[in-house]
């Protein structure tokens, strides 16, 4: 094995070590009517990463999905990093709240639509 090809491969290898060793981060809040303020039950929250795609356009990863309890609260962890958009679609569909973060976030408040 040549020295630049092992390298290489080490560095695959620490890289793919730092990935794993990241500690998880948690997102959480609630999903709210904007006409009466109350938390929106049964809904669906979407949890995607934020990056730039080709050609340098913003794109989307999707990571994970939840569903509000009776309060419209969500919860996520995770050892993600980087930017997020959250998409929040009621059971019906009618209302629909997006908010993009980045890291760990608590406290959340989204409005639906």
């Known amino acids: 094995m040549t020295r630049p090809f092992a ?3 080490a560095g695959i290898v620490l ?5 794993g060793a990241r500690p ?5 809040g ?6 009466n303020g109350t938390g929106i ?5 979407e949890l995607r990463q934020r990056h730039w795609g ?7 990863t999707p990571l994970a999905t939840t569903t509000t309890d009776q309060k419209g609260r969500f919860h ?3 050892s993600w990093h980087g930017r997020f958009r959250l998409w929040c ?3 019906d569909r009618r209302k629909m709240g997006i908010r993009e973060i980045a890291g760990e976030q608590r406290d959340i408040r989204i409005v639906g639509d």
């Open 30 to 35: 609630v999903f709210v009517d904007a006409a």
């Open 76 to 78: 996520f962890t995770g």
């Open 41 to 45: 039950p049964n809904a669906r929250v």
């Open 24 to 28: 998880p981060i948690t997102i959480e």
């Open 15 to 19: 890289a793919a070590h730092a990935q």
């Open 54 to 60: 080709f050609p340098l356009e913003p794109a989307e």
């Open 7 to 9: 390298i290489a491969i």
């Open 89 to 91: 679609f009621s059971h």
